[in-house]
Nanobody, 120 residues
Framework: QVELAESGGGSVQAGGSLRLSCKASGSIITIIAMGWYRQAPGKQRELVAMSGRGKTDYADSVKGRFTVSRDNAGNRVHLEMNNLKPDDTAVYYC???????????????WGQGTLVTVSS
């Protein structure tokens, strides 16, 4: 069993900053990629940023404003969000892709989500 615990969501005015954190726990050998997706009201879930195997992918809408970082030893991932805009308002989900467990299962795991609200 692998679980992701998110923290750091909240409300902020446009132009402000927030930092999201996520920690994976359970019988983990290694996690190939970790990062964040988001889902705004009435919209599909979309990639925000993912980091794995020395490569990081960002959505075009957040490039230059958001930074994803990983602490592989601690199975943690963080998302530093700067210059936030009202369009960034969404539930942000931590995602761990290709989690290899001690029972040799290969999993995709999602967190429960944390709400980010940006007011104009």
């Amino acid at each position: 069993q692998v679980e992701l615990a998110e923290s750091g969501g909240g409300s902020v005015q446009a132009g402000g900053s927030l930092r999201l954190s996520c920690k994976a726990s359970g019988s983990i050998i290694t996690i190939i990629a970790m990062g964040w997706y988001r889902q705004a009201p009435g919209k599909q879930r979309e990639l925000v940023a993912m980091s794995g195997r020395g490569k990081t992918d960002y959505a075009d809408s957040v490039k230059g404003r958001f930074t994803v970082s990983r602490d592989n030893a601690g199975n943690r991932v963080h998302l530093e969000m700067n210059n936030l805009k009202p369009d960034d308002t969404a539930v942000y989900y931590c995602h761990a892709d290709r989690v290899l467990t001690t029972s040799l299962r290969n999993l995709q795991v999602w967190g429960q989500g944390t709400l980010v609200t940006v007011s104009s």
